[in-house]
């Protein structure tokens, strides 16, 4: 398993959209940069649409790492019960950058939360590698995962007392859940975080802060649920520090 004696935590995506593909490969070569050139890829959020969905992700991650030269490591768990599987955690060993990628957030937060592979995740990233979720993956790392549902749940809070809303600005739902939670959860002290399209928000340990990444913007959101200020590519976003900071 992964030393964790190291301090220093790698850098940490949330991502709106676009997991795999173009849009995102420059963010990921910045992930990627100076670590080990081995992504650990985990379709956790999918696992209930079944092997079709699952697969996909995993092609599609095969692909996209290829053109930035690194090998992608298959961590085909589905739900909790493989998650306190350890020879899934095994499969971390040696990584540069971990990823959670997109589908349902409630049951990837539920999957993972206080389990040996959850906790590996927290290791390797604290230990040094890059960490990223896209989508339902963005929305599980913060303390509060956002869904559907009436309340939220807790999320794997390794993004800090964040909760982030992906597909900022394309889908209606994500301004209903904005609408209906806002207040509820920033009242707790948390930051709304809305992440458009081919967009990413990217914590570095270098400087400490976050930085919007990609072709559109990261919005605060209001207690309102509406759009506070926008953040474009370059750009500093005035978010908490994650948990290893």
Known sequence: ?????????????????????????????????????????????????????????????????????????????????????????????????????????????????????????????????????????????GRTTLTMRTHPVEGLGLAGPVATIPHFDRFGFARRIAGAVSSLVIDRGETIVGVDEDTAVVWSPTDGGWRAMGAAKVWLVTPSGGRGQGHGHGERVPLPEPAAA
């Open 1 to 141: 398993m992964t030393d964790v004696t190291a301090t220093t935590a790698g850098p940490l995506a949330l991502v709106g959209s676009g997991e795999f593909l173009p849009a995102m490969a420059d963010v990921d070569a910045g992930l990627l940069d100076g670590r080990p050139r081995r992504v650990a890829v985990l379709p956790t959020a999918a696992g209930p649409e079944g092997d079709r969905s699952v697969r996909r992700w995993f092609d599609l991650a095969h692909r996209h790492y290829a053109g930035l030269d690194a090998e992608v490591v298959e961590v085909d768990v589905r739900d909790r019960d493989a998650a306190m599987d350890h020879r899934f955690v095994d499969l971390l060993d040696g990584v540069g950058l971990v990823y959670l990628s997109g589908g349902n957030p409630g049951h990837l937060a539920d999957s993972l939360r206080g389990t040996p592979l959850g906790e590996a995740i927290a290791a390797t990233w604290r230990a040094g590698a890059a960490l990223a979720g896209c989508s339902a993956g963005a929305m599980a790392l």
